[in-house]
Structures are given as C-alpha cells and as structure tokens.
C-alpha cells in the first residue's frame, strides 16, 4: 500500500498500474474508486477512468491531519476481480 501527501485545496490524479504482466493477456473491463472514511469535508472523488492496464481517480478535499484511504476495485475482461488501495495523508503545505 503506498502512502501519498495530499493538501486539502489540492485536486489531484491518483493511479493504479495494473500492469501486464499482472493481467497476461487480461485487461480492465471495470473499475471504480471508494474513499474511507466519508466524512463531512473529507476527500471525495471528483471523476475516474480506466485503460487496459490502468486505473486513475482525481479526489479533492480532505480534512487536515485525517489518512484517508482511496481504493480501486477492478474486473478484468476475462471476469475476475481485485483491489488495489492507496493511502492519502492530507496536510496544509
């Protein structure tokens, strides 16, 4: 799991590189994006897309202080399924 700084007036893009030699031959059919904790102020996704062998969400907002967690859920074309999950700290800088 990768840890990321994030200021709170920052909106920014976040990917998962699902990479080939993850998927063989597979590509990404769906994905979608969940934050935790939802919270008044927190951060929330903004808009996602998805490629073959990738996975981008750009979120905003975030409550100073607060560790987030932005997780992708994916199912390949050949129907299985996994989760990647990154870890955003928000701060002022």
Request: proline share 4%.
């Amino acid at each position: 799991m990768t840890l990321l700084l994030k200021d709170p007036l920052a909106s920014l893009d976040y990917s998962v590189d699902w990479g080939s030699d993850y998927l063989d031959a597979d590509g990404l059919a769906a994905s979608s994006w969940t934050v935790e904790p939802i919270e008044a102020g927190g951060v929330t996704v903004v808009s996602s897309e998805f490629g073959p062998l990738f996975a981008t969400v750009t979120v905003s907002g975030g409550v100073p202080g607060r560790l987030y967690r932005l997780t992708n859920h994916v199912t390949t074309a050949g129907g299985y399924e996994d989760s990647r999950s990154i870890m955003l700290r928000v701060e002022k800088r």
